[in-house]
């Protein structure tokens, strides 16, 4: 696919986080892509489109902005924010994230997204964020938590 193309499905992927259609979010990927951030580490196929999913009707007050959308025949990235009260503690989260992708036949095949855990945990967990969060055992049990809860929503959702 041409740059173009590419560019054009990164823009339209996160305009559909800005409008809450975890579909069209889900239909960007291609079959067997994979999707890693520091959360969700290794999800593949329909997981991915499961965690937006999930992630978006979960959400409440979420905002979405994204910037720097680049791509060329093969390979993208994208700068976003989002911005959202943590359910837990109902903290405002400002999470600054950098996304890549790989593409194939006009869909993601790869999307990795970078953020520090670490600065997601103060925010959302205050002072023992602060003063824990770059923990191996505390970064682990907020995975372990999203991840069980991915599998657990995709359960009740009959996803599979």
């Known amino acids: ?19 809450k259609d975890g579909q069209t979010m889900a239909d960007s990927y291609a079959e067997g892509a994979t999707f890693h951030d ?9 997981e991915i489109g499961a965690m937006w999913k999930m992630l978006l009707e979960r959400s409440t007050d979420l905002k979405i902005e994204f910037s720097d959308v680049q791509a060329d025949e093969s390979t993208g990235s994208a700068r976003w924010v989002a911005t959202y009260p943590f359910s837990k503690t109902g903290r405002t989260i400002v999470n600054r994230i950098q996304a890549k992708f790989v593409f194939e036949n006009g869909k993601i095949k790869d999307h ?14 205050g002072a023992s964020g ?6 191996g055992a505390v970064q682990g ?6 991840q069980g809860g991915l599998k657990l929503w995709m359960k009740r959702k009959r996803i599979q």
Do not use: H
Request: avoid cysteine.
């Open 112 to 125: 990795k997204d970078s953020f520090s855990l670490w600065k997601w945990a103060r925010m959302a967990l």
């Open 1 to 19: 696919m041409s740059a173009e193309t590419n560019k054009a499905l990164i823009e339209n992927f996160y305009t559909a986080f800005q409008n």
């Open 38 to 46: 520091p959360v969700f580490e290794n999800l593949k196929g329909v």
């Open 141 to 146: 049990k907020i995975r372990k938590e999203a």
């Open 130 to 135: 602060l003063f824990l969060g770059w923990s």
